[in-house]
C-alpha cells in the first residue's frame, strides 16, 4: 500500500470513530438511553415510569409498627396523573396514601415526578407492617393511576436500615432505657464507705473521751 493510501485510510478510520463518539455523547447519560436499570425495581407502562421500588419495614423482623411503599414515580405524559391506590395483592396489607402537603391526593404533574417515602415526600403507609410480608422476599406492588391504570411489579422487602432508614416508616421502636446508677444501688444501704464510717466513730470516742477526763479534774480539784 503506498504512502498516500495508508494516510487515507488512517483519516477515514479517525472520523468514524469522532463521528461514533459525538452520537453516543448526543444520546445522552439517561438510564434508558445507556440501557442501564437501577439497582432496585423498575418498570414503564406508557407514561408512567416507576424506580427504586420497595417495600421497607421495621428494623426487627418481629417488632411493631407501619412498613411504608417507596418509589419515584415519573410522568413524561402532557396532562397529569393521580395515583389513585397502592396495593398489595396476595396479602390482607392496606395501603394509606398522603401527599407531601398532607392533605389532596397524590398527584404526579406532566412532565414532572413524585417521590414516595422520605422526609417532606407524599407516603404509602402499611399501618400494620408485619402484612407486609419478610425482609428478603419480593412483593408484588400495584399502583393505580387515574389514566394509565394499574402498573404492577415486583418491589424488594427491605429493613429500615443504613440508606433505607430515611424512606423507611417514621415510627419505630424506640430504644430500651438504660438503667441508671442510682437506681441500682440497695435501697437502705449506707453511701458513706467503711473507712468514713471507722473514722467517724473513733472522733466522737475520742470527743467522749476527753469530756469525761475534763469532769474528773473538775472534780478532783473541788
Known sequence: MSR?????????????????????????????TLKVRPDNAATTVDRIKIQNANVIIQPEQDAEGPAVVAATLFNDGPKQEVLETVT??????????QAAEGKGPVVVPAGGRVILGGKGNASAVIENGRQAGRAGDVQNVVFAFSRTGDVQLGAAIVPATHFFKE????????????PSES???????PSGTPAESESASESGSEAESGTSTESDEASTSH
Open 4 to 32: 498516500s493510501l495508508r494516510h487515507g485510510a488512517l483519516a477515514a478510520t479517525a472520523l468514524v470513530f469522532s463521528i461514533g463518539t459525538l452520537s453516543a455523547c448526543g444520546a445522552g447519560n439517561n438510564a434508558e
Open 88 to 97: 398489595l395483592p396476595g396479602t390482607g396489607a392496606t395501603v394509606k396514601l
Open 167 to 178: 424512606f423507611g416508616p417514621s415510627a419505630l421502636p424506640a430504644p430500651s432505657p438504660k
Open 183 to 189: 437506681a441500682s444501688e440497695t435501697p437502705g444501704e
